[in-house]
């Protein structure tokens, strides 16, 4: 069954970037997407991106715009998410998971990304 | 602060049905049949329960249904068993592309 595969943890200086990524196993195809969901200690999730890994077509919300990077690598089946501009707030578990036409119904296991100076 | 809003917590005995409401606008919720619930134990992934308004994933009890009135979304939890102490999260497509969540709600049995 397809399984999402994500990177370890990260610690970042406030100002810094993060790559993380996020590798799909047993797909038969690339015609997926893929969204990134986050979630500060303590808080709800949130939603900040998706990618269709097939065209590379990509968006995010509005709060991410121009600082939240989604990318593909086909070859590998492997997403990445990039984010720039690193705050304290940015502190967060970080999940990649398959779209099910707009719901999310694999997520990887997450990856904890602190920001600490 | 969520788009979508939820009670911050419900409670119920073994047994007994709760509703946990979801409430958006008419930009979300009210507009696509596509608003989709979570379940999340204490440090492990969301995983999901309802989607597209009211199908349940397989594999997922049938203890769990959605439904929607206009700009609110419900999930029923019926015959409550332990196990179902949880956040739940409910989300729904915003147009242009892009998804919201709710704040969450904790569910308490008794």
């Known amino acids: 069954q397809v399984q999402l595969e994500q990177s370890g943890g990260e610690v970042k200086k406030p100002g810094a970037s993060v790559k993380v990524s996020c590798k799909a196993s047993g797909h038969p195809s690339t015609d997926f997407a893929v969204h990134w969901v986050r979630q500060a200690p303590g808080q709800s999730l949130e939603w900040m991106a998706w990618?269709?890994?097939?065209?590379?077509?990509?968006n995010s919300a509005q709060k991410f715009q121009g600082r939240a990077t989604v990318t593909r690598d086909t070859s590998t089946s492997t997403i990445y998410m990039e984010l720039s501009s690193l705050t304290y707030e940015d502190t967060a578990v970080y999940y990649c998971?398959?779209?099910?036409?707009?719901?999310?119904?694999?997520w990887g296991r997450g990856t904890l990304v602190s920001v600490s100076s | 602060q969520p788009a979508l809003t939820q009670p911050a917590s419900v409670s119920g005995s073994p047994g007994q049905s709760i509703t946990l409401s979801c409430s958006g606008t008419s930009s979300d919720v009210g507009s696509y049949k596509l608003v989709s619930w979570y379940q999340q134990h204490p440090g492990k992934v969301p995983k999901l329960i309802i989607y597209?308004?009211?199908k349940r994933p397989s594999g997922v009890s049938n203890r769990f249904s959605g439904s929607k009135s206009g700009n609110t979304a419900s999930l029923t939890i019926s015959g409550l068993q332990t196990e179902d102490e949880a956040d739940y999260y409910c989300s729904s497509y915003a147009s242009s592309g892009t998804v919201v969540f709710g704040g969450g709600t904790k569910v308490t049995v008794l």
């Open positions: 990618i269709n890994v097939g065209n590379g077509n990509t």
């Open positions: 998971a398959r779209d099910g036409y707009w719901s999310f119904d694999v």
């Open positions: 597209e308004d009211n």
